[in-house]
C-alpha cells in the first residue's frame, strides 16, 4: 500500500496502491454462487447468502481475508462480519466455530448447501488515527449507506473456502434501480435491479471493486483502452464530468509514455468524495487493481485541488499495469490472503510506478524540468528522514511486521530513486538509446501476466538484461546497506545540487500550525499563542484573529482548500486585503504579502556536455 502522509492543518492523506494476481486454471464442474443483497439493508448491514458446491470433506473452512495484495497491514476484514450460519439442503442448521477473527469451521461439510453472515462497513468506524494498526485504509474499505451508495470492495463482503480459491465465482447482486454499479466487470444480467458477475477465480473477483450510487459517470478512450470515471458526491459538489477533461489529458499522456506496453481493454477510476462533516470515510487516497482503482478524497477539495491531487495518486495507479500486474513474483501470482509472504520487490512494484508516475509528466509536458527536479530533491530530503541504511529487500519481505513496516513510506521516495539511478545508468551505458522502460518491456516479454519470476532470481536476470553496472547497484545499493550516492548519478546527466531559497508553506511549518479551525462555526482561526510567521506579522495579523475573507472571497471550513490551493498563486510584495473579525468586530486589513522563506537542496543542470543524455532520459 502506498501510505504517504500529508499532515495539513486539520486532516491526514494517505495514499495507497494495489497489487494484483492473475488467473489460472479453475474447474467447470465447480462453483461458488453468491447473493448480496443490497435492497434489505438494516443497520447499514447486508446480507450475503454463499451457495456452495458439494463439500467432499467431514470439516471445511470459510475465510475473509486478513489483507489483500498491496495494503501491507493486517486489516482482519473478518471482524466486520456478523452472524455467520451454515445450512444444509433442507435448512437444518450446521454446527459453526469460529476459530480466528477471520475465519469460521463448519462441521458435517458434506451435508453443507449454503452459509450467511451479515457484513458491516468500514467507513462508520474510521478515527484517522489508525491506518496500518488495525483501521481500514478507506479504499480498501467498505461503505454501505442504503439507497445511496455502497462502495462494495468485493474482499470485504465475499469470502473463499479452503481449497476452493480456483473454482469459479457467480455474483449476484440485487439492488435498488435507482443505483448503478460502476465497475470494469460484465453485467451479464440486463435487469436494471439485478446484476450478475462471473469470475474465474476468487483473486480475479477480489480484484474488481464496484461502487453503487446514483449515476455520475463518464466514459472516453484512449487509443483501444475504454476509461470510465465514476464519481459520488454526498453533497453534489462534483461531478465526473467536471474533472474528466484533467484525467483524460493525463491518462492519454500515460498512455503514449508507455508506447507499446499492452493494457486491460477497460479501466475504472471509482472516485469517493467523503463528507467531512459526518461520520464518514478518513482515509484519503487510492487503491490500485489490474482494471480499476478505487480513489477516496474529500469532498472538500474542490474540483480543482481535487483534480491536481487526483493527476499524482490515479497516474501512480494506473502505472501499475506495469508492474506488478505485468511483471510480479510468485509470492503475488499465488497470494495467500490470511497467511501472505511478501516479496522482496517493493523497490520495483512501488518505487518503479511511482517514478515512472513523475517521469512521464516531464516527459509528456505535463511539468517543467524544474518541477521534475524538485520533486525528485524531495524524495532524497524525505527519504532521509527514514533509515537509509536499511536493506531494501529484507525491508519488503518483512514489510508486515516492525521495525520494517515503519519503513514502508520510503518505497514511494527511495524506491523512486532507486528506479531513477537505473534509469540512469541505463541511458548512459546505452548512449540515450534505452531507459528503465525499456528494461520493464524485456521483463514482460521474459515473464508477463500468467508466468511468476522467483524472488531470489530477479537481479540476475535484470543484469542480464542489461549491463553488470546495473546489478552491482542493485547489490549495492538495493540488497545492501549502502545509502546511494546520488550526485553520483545526477552528474552523469550534468545536474548539480544546489541551495536555494524558496518561499515556504503560509499555513504550516513543520509540525506548526498557524490556523485552525472551530469545527462549530467552521471558521478559520489564525493560531493563538505561537509565534507567528513573517506573512501574519507583517500583515499585522495576530493569534485568535478571524480570517473571513480575502481579496474579497468569503472563506470558511466549507472552501479551505480552495485557499490553500489559492496562496500558492500569490506573489511576493503583491496587495492583499484580508477581512477579519478580532474581539468580535469586523475589520479589513491591507497591505502586501511576504512569505517566510527556506533553504532546500535543488538540481541545476550545469553541465552543458551532458545535455544530450539528459534530454534523453527526460524526453525520449
Not at 192 to 198: G, H, K, Q, S
Not at 208 to 237: E, H, L, R
Not at 444 to 466: P, R
Not at 549 to 570: C, F, G, R, T
Request: hydrophobic share 35%; with cysteine; glycine share 6%.
Amino acid at each position: 500500500m502506498k501510505k504517504i502522509f500529508f499532515v495539513f492543518a486539520f486532516t491526514t492523506l494517505l495514499w495507497s496502491c494495489k497489487t494484483t494476481s492473475t488467473a489460472i486454471a479453475t474447474s467447470d464442474k465447480e462453483e461458488i454462487k453468491v447473493n448480496i443483497n443490497l435492497n434489505e439493508i438494516k443497520d447499514d448491514k447486508v446480507l450475503v447468502t454463499v451457495k456452495v458446491p458439494k463439500i467432499h470433506s467431514d470439516e471445511i473452512t470459510y475465510h475473509i481475508p486478513k489483507t489483500v495484495p498491496g495494503t501491507y497491514s493486517d486489516d482482519n476484514y473478518g471482524k466486520y462480519i456478523d452472524d455467520l450460519k451454515a445450512f444444509d439442503a433442507k435448512g437444518n442448521l450446521l454446527d459453526v466455530k469460529k476459530s480466528d477473527v477471520n475465519s469460521w469451521s463448519i462441521s458435517n461439510a458434506k451435508k453443507l448447501d449454503k452459509i450467511t453472515y451479515l457484513v458491516n462497513d468500514t467507513f462508520d468506524t474510521e478515527t484517522g488515527k489508525g491506518f496500518g494498526e488495525g483501521e481500514v485504509f478507506s479504499p480498501a474499505g467498505s461503505n454501505i449507506d442504503a439507497g445511496k451508495n455502497i462502495m462494495l470492495n468485493t474482499h470485504c463482503f465475499v469470502g473463499y473456502f479452503t481449497n476452493y480459491m480456483s473454482v469459479p465465482y457467480q455474483v449476484t447482486i440485487s439492488h435498488p434501480a435507482a443505483l448503478w454499479g460502476a465497475t470494469s466487470m460484465i453485467d451479464q444480467d440486463t435487469s436494471t435491479t439485478n446484476d450478475l458477475f462471473v469470475s474465474s477465480r476468487y483473486a480475479t473477483l477480489v480484484e474488481n471493486p464496484i461502487m453503487y450510487a446514483k449515476p455520475d459517470f463518464t466514459s472516453f478512450k484512449v487509443d483501444d483502452m475504454d476509461i470510465q470515471i465514476a464519481v459520488y458526491s454526498p453533497n453534489g459538489k462534483i461531478t465526473a464530468e467536471s474533472i474528466t477533461p484533467e484525467m483524460k489529458t493525463m491518462m492519454t499522456a500515460q498512455k503514449h509514455f508507455l508506447g507499446k506496453f499492452n493494457a486491460t481493454k477497460k479501466y475504472s477510476v471509482l472516485l469517493y468524495l467523503s463528507d467531512m462533516n459526518k461520520q464518514d470515510a478518513k482515509g484519503f487516497g487510492a487503491l490500485e487493481h489490474p482494471t480499476a482503482t478505487t480513489v477516496v478524497m474529500p469532498e472538500m477539495l474542490g474540483k480543482d485541488k481535487l483534480a491536481s491531487e487526483l493527476k499524482d495518486v490515479v497516474s501512480h495507479e494506473f502505472f501499475h499495469i506495469v508492474t506488478p500486474l505485468t511483471i510480479h513474483s510468485q509470492e503475488i501470482q499465488n497470494f495467500d490472503y490470511n497467511a501472505p509472504k511478501m516479496s522482496e520487490h517493493l523497490w520495483m512494484y512501488e518505487g518503479v510506478t511511482e517514478y515512472f508516475a513523475n517521469l512521464f509528466q516531464v516527459n509528456q509536458g505535463l511539468i517543467t524540468e524544474e518541477e521534475f527536479y524538485t520533486r525528485m530533491s524531495d524524495k532524497i530530503e524525505q527519504s532521509k528522514a527514514l533509515d537509509d541504511k536499511m536493506s531494501f529487500t529484507t525491508m519488503s519481505a518483512n514489510v508486515l511486521v516492525k521495525p520494517y513496516k515503519d519503513q514502508y513510506l520510503n518505497v514511494y521516495q527511495k524506491g523512486a530513486l532507486i528506479g531513477m539511478c537505473i534509469d540512469i545508468i541505463i541511458r548512459e551505458k546505452s548512449n540515450g538509446e534505452r531507459g528503465i522502460l525499456d528494461l520493464m518491456q524485456k521483463l514482460s516479454n521474459e515473464y508477463g501476466v500468467s508466468k511468476a519470476f522467483n524472488d531470489d532470481e530477479l537481479f540476475a536476470k535484470i543484469t542480464e538484461l542489461t549491463y553488470p553496472e546495473v546489478g552491482e547497484f542493485l547489490k549495492t545499493y538495493v540488497s545492501g546497506t549502502t545509502p546511494i550516492p546520488y550526485e553520483t548519478y545526477f552528474a552523469k546527466v550534468g545536474l548539480t545540487k544546489t541551495m536555494k531559497k524558496t518561499p515556504s508553506n503560509i499555513f504550516i511549518e513543520g509540525k506548526t500550525r498557524f490556523i485552525t479551525i472551530n469545527r462549530a462555526t467552521k471558521e478559520i482561526i489564525v493560531a493563538p499563542n505561537i509565534e507567528l510567521n513573517v506573512f501574519y506579522t507583517n500583515l499585522g495579523l495576530k493569534g485568535g484573529d478571524i480570517l473571513l475573507a480575502i481579496n474579497d472571497k468569503a472563506y470558511s471550513l466549507d472552501n479551505i482548500y480552495d485557499l490553500i490551493s489559492e496562496s500558492k498563486n500569490w506573489k511576493e510584495n503583491e496587495q492583499i486585503s484580508v477581512k477579519i473579525k478580532r474581539d468580535g468586530k469586523e475589520q479589513i486589513i491591507k497591505g502586501k504579502t511576504k512569505f517566510p522563506q527556506e533553504e532546500k537542496e535543488s538540481l541545476e543542470a550545469t553541465d552543458a556536455t551532458k545535455s544530450v543524455l539528459k534530454e534523453a532520459w527526460l524526453k525520449k
